[in-house]
């Protein structure tokens, strides 16, 4: 079952924060968060193993709420490289298959 | 390292036609992928691999076979093309299980069915 992710697009200006949210209604184990630029295959930015777990790198960083079975990501000062589709993805199932959200559009602006 | 390389990188098919799409890494990751996205959708899993000679189907296998004879190769192939398999196709693998590693993706292979 795919994970529902919000909101489905946002628009920045350069500088500004942004959170994107993943949610399931079923039980969450991990969460990737992966970036797409426009023509290019999606990127890894990070994954969330564990619930409570955050993450981040640069001003891009990310938790887990195992209980609420939810994950945000958070984008903190947006640059113009931020711009793109945001992925969250999780396993389904207890198995190796694999599902992505819908995917969160992102445009920064100068 | 080449990472995961796909090809063809365009391809126009005429319905009904067979075709097969390669995929291939040179990083020994045991897990590959294939996933297709339509305009404005997400990743679809279609068919993956946890090691050489194990497959299974994803969310959505219909219409494509899979076989994983060497660690390295997972090529895709179309039986009889529909325009409804006009999209664009990746192929991804990690390490190990997807669940718990990163999947590297190749560029993607845009296939148009008329």
């Known amino acids: 079952q795919q994970p529902v992710q919000s909101p489905q697009a946002v628009i920045l200006r350069e500088g500004e924060d942004a959170v994107i949210n993943c949610s399931s209604s079923?039980?969450?184990?991990?969460v990737h968060w992966y970036r797409q630029k426009h023509g290019e295959a999606p990127v890894f930015l990070m994954i969330l193993l564990k619930g409570g777990e955050q993450k981040g790198h640069d001003k891009i960083s990310a938790s887990f709420n195992e209980k609420k079975q939810q994950s945000s990501l958070y984008l903190t000062a947006s640059q113009l490289s931020y711009s793109g589709t945001y992925f969250c993805g999780t396993e389904n199932n207890y198995g190796q298959n694999f599902v992505f959200g819908p995917g969160t559009r992102l445009s920064v602006l100068p | 390292n080449a990472g995961v390389t796909q090809t063809p990188k365009f391809q126009v098919l005429k319905t009904g036609q067979s075709m097969t799409l390669q995929c291939a890494q040179d990083m020994n990751h045991e897990y590959m992928s294939w996933y297709r996205q339509d305009p404005g959708m997400g990743l679809r899993l279609i068919h993956y691999?946890?090691?050489?000679?194990?497959?299974d189907q994803g969310e959505v296998p219909n219409g494509y076979n899979v076989s994983r004879s060497t660690t390295e190769d997972f090529p895709l192939r179309l039986l009889s093309a529909a325009p409804s398999q006009t999209s664009v196709y990746f192929c991804a693998s990690s390490l190990e299980t997807a669940s718990y590693n990163e999947q590297f993706f190749g560029p993607g292979t845009r296939l148009t069915v008329l």
């Open positions: 079923k039980a969450l184990y991990s």
């Open positions: 691999s946890v090691g050489a000679g194990i497959t």
